[in-house]
């Protein structure tokens, strides 16, 4: 049964928090040209949401620009994360499992980081899935990796039971690690109030761009996502998208 009051509140709350994004904060005069260098290690934090009742998964992996009930840690260091660190939610939508998980990758080890993001779909539920770190057993596996091969073919598990991959919204993109010292991780949010479904893009798709994101290696670090305008149904949800400027040596 799907939760179609609760979800119309739930968009209004996020338009009318987005609006807030809009007033300019105060600049800040002591801050420095450049970041401190981070690590070569680069910690995926996939969070996945899902409301108290009903089905309607939400996945992060950086902080959204306004809402930090749904953080995700994603970072670069010098070592491996040892736990996932996600956000507790907002009373309604709460932190689940198998699908969130921690992958750490060593950006040393090869010159493209390959970012497979996986959707999977239910049409029962009306519900969108978005893993782009492996976890959750092979049925919802991403191949998200490092190496000095560029993949041009995502590979992803194929769901089980009421999900089944989407191919039309999943994709992989290598990005050449030599290309600049900033990985820019961006997290563009879907909503759909008829369907009362989120869904999150991370990867610019290459078969639908009315999802894209700005995600790419750059000399410059990216302050503000990058998100397609949606199809019309699915529209954007800027409080819950976002962009992390990862620093690497």
Request: proline share 7%.
């Amino acid at each position: 049964m799907r939760h179609k009051g609760r979800a119309g509140k739930w968009l209004a709350a996020t338009l009318s928090a987005t609006a807030l994004l809009l007033v300019p904060g105060p600049a800040n005069a002591d801050a420095g040209p450049t970041r401190p260098l981070a690590g070569n290690t680069l910690n995926l934090h996939q969070c996945v949401y899902q409301p108290t009742p009903g089905v309607d998964y939400l996945t992060t992996v950086v902080p959204p620009s306004g809402d930090g009930r749904f953080t995700a840690a994603t970072n670069t260091a010098a070592a491996p994360d040892r736990q996932l660190s996600c956000g507790d939610g907002d009373g309604n939508y709460t932190p689940v499992r198998p699908w969130a998980t921690l992958q750490s990758l060593d950006l040393g080890s090869g010159r493209y980081l390959n970012l497979h993001q996986c959707v999977y779909y239910s049409e029962l539920q009306h519900d969108h899935l978005t893993v782009v770190a492996p976890g959750g057993g092979s049925e919802w596996s991403s191949g998200t990796n490092v190496s000095d091969t560029p993949d041009t073919t995502v590979t992803c598990g194929p769901g089980r039971g009421l999900y089944y991959l989407a191919p039309l919204l999943s994709d992989v993109i290598a990005l050449d690690l030599s290309a600049g010292r900033y990985v820019n991780l961006q997290q563009c949010q879907y909503y759909s109030a008829r369907l009362a479904d989120h869904f999150t893009t991370v990867v610019p798709t290459r078969r639908d761009g009315r999802f894209r994101t700005g995600t790419k290696v750059s000399g410059t670090a990216d302050t503000t996502a990058t998100c397609g305008g949606g199809d019309g149904n699915f529209l954007p949800v800027p409080l819950l998208s976002g962009t992390k400027a990862l620093s690497r040596t």
